[in-house]
T-cell receptor
Framework: DTAVSQTPKYLVTQMGNDKSIKCEQN?????MYWYKQDSKKFLKIMFS???????INETVPNRFSPKSPDKAHLNLHINSLELGDSAVYFC??????????????FGSGTRLTVV | QKEVEQDPGPLSVPEGAIVSLNCTYS??????FMWYRQYSRKGPELLMY????GNKEDGRFTAQVDKSSKYISLFIRDSQPSDSATYLC??????????FGSGTQLTVLP
């Protein structure tokens, strides 16, 4: 299946732990993103990554670090998890840069719960 | 004030009704407008994309953009229970990522 796939789908972890979420797309897109969706369904951009150019949303704490080994993968590593990090994290991809006239294809999300 | 405002609902309508979903925005630099549909525990999927002011139709869905009023709408005709989802408007300035509204939760009752 052609898609954006994320693993794991669910992640429950304790405060202070470090965790990673993986994302892979087989659509041939060259830009990938991480979004955070809060309990009120508000989607907020965290990062976009295109041709080794990383664009960081300035409100994202530096405990969050994206890593892209190649154009098809964009992983998200989170250090020292806090209760407020609990949310659904979505990976997305698009053809061309984030500014081109294409919609984004989203993964199914990773539901992170910090206890 | 958020750049994109969307009534969160929830909105419940009977099957067959016409649904109107709306977003307003404050930044006149937004030029590209989209509607996404998100089913429960799924990722958003692109429904409609439009650039210019006016209407764009795709089956039972019509997207409307009024740049002078900074207002966009999505109309769903002959709504079905399968249309029950959260609908997110999204828009973008040139050379920038998408900015999303907060989503409207829609339930179509059989």
């Amino acid at each position: 299946d052609t898609a954006v796939s994320q693993t794991p789908k669910y992640l429950v972890t304790q405060m202070g732990n470090d965790k990673s979420i993986k994302c892979e797309q087989n659509l041939g897109h060259d830009t990938m993103y991480w979004y955070k969706q809060d309990s009120k369904k508000f989607l907020k951009i965290m990062f976009s990554y295109n041709n080794k150019e990383l664009i960081i949303n300035e409100t994202v704490p530096n405990r969050f670090s994206p890593k892209s080994p190649d154009k098809a993968h964009l992983n998200l590593h989170i250090n020292s998890l806090e209760l407020g990090d609990s949310a659904v994290y979505f990976c997305a991809s698009s053809k061309g840069g984030s500014w081109v006239n294409y919609g984004y294809t989203f993964g199914s999300g990773t539901r992170l719960t910090v206890v | 004030q958020k750049e994109v405002e969307q009534d969160p609902g929830p909105l419940s309508v009977p099957e067959g009704a016409i649904v109107s979903l709306n977003c307003t925005y404050s930044n006149s630099a937004f030029q590209y407008f989209m509607w996404y549909r998100q089913y429960s525990r799924k990722g958003p999927e692109l429904l409609m994309y439009t650039y210019s002011s006016g209407n764009k139709e795709d089956g039972r869905f019509t997207a409307q953009v009024d740049k002078s009023s900074k207002y966009i709408s999505l109309f769903i005709r002959d709504s079905q229970p399968s249309d029950s989802a959260t609908y997110l408007c999204a828009m973008r300035r040139p050379a920038r990522q998408l900015t999303f509204g907060s989503g409207t939760q829609l339930t179509v009752l059989p």
